[in-house]
């Protein structure tokens, strides 16, 4: 599924490459679209050509080729926000790699990859995704290899599931109590124990709001 840019962008270029013979530049793609910089059309792109809806050609500047249109592709005008009949509106949230002890979020970033996921999972504030990696929260039905959606915050109350930095060094992602001036970091498998660190070691930096799930056989 095509998020609602992705889309107005594919149709833009095939319209563009049956009445001009060439497609647009990212500059054009850009005004098109609305969008503050160029780097914006890069990720729409790279999400096409990952989709298998268009191809860069090689050796050739400005060179795309269109492989294929959605299948709900109709006579409305996508690029004056006219409905274009997609189930869902998706986002797209900056995706900052695994979190794994030992490595702090701020290491994790990585301004090139992205992740779509359906608007509705989030709530107002600014999100960001990360790859779970290992089992310490899976009776929280939290698997290795699931992606968790993460809410930007600095607080969060008893129960929560937050990102966690421990001592400006480790990021964690656990469940967090506080308790006078300690906090307890609380995994949700049996297997792991309750970490009870001072309040002055740990630093909050999201809270989870959904988890996203590849099916793998």
Request: aromatic share 4%; proline share 4%.
């Given at each position: ?62 060179a795309l080729e ?94 929560s599931i937050t ?55």
């Open positions: 599924m095509l998020t609602k840019k992705q889309h107005q962008l594919l149709l833009f270029i095939d319209k563009t490459l049956k009445e001009a013979g060439v497609p647009p530049s990212f500059e054009e793609m850009k005004k098109a679209l609305d969008l503050k910089s160029k780097s914006g059309i890069h990720r729409l792109v790279n999400g096409l050509e990952e989709r298998g809806f268009i191809k860069r050609l090689p050796h050739r500047a400005r269109v492989l294929k249109l959605p299948d709900n592709v109709g006579n409305a005008d996508t690029l004056h926000g006219t409905d274009i009949g997609l189930e869902v509106e998706a986002v797209e949230l900056p995706l900052y790699g695994k979190i794994a002890a030992g490595t702090p979020i701020e290491a994790l970033r990585n301004n090139n990859e992205f992740v779509s996921v359906p608007s509705s999972m989030l709530g107002r504030g600014e999100h960001y995704a990360l790859v779970v990696e290992g089992d310490s929260m899976m009776e929280a039905g939290i698997l290795d290899g699931d992606t968790a959606i993460i809410k930007r915050c600095d607080t969060a109350e008893n129960g990102v966690a930095l421990v001592d400006k060094t480790e990021v964690t992602l656990k469940k967090l109590y506080r308790r006078g001036h300690t906090v307890d970091l609380r995994p949700a498998n049996k297997d792991y124990e309750t970490r009870t660190l001072s309040a002055d070691r740990v630093t909050i930096q999201g809270k989870l709001s959904a988890i996203v799930r590849s099916y793998r056989h």
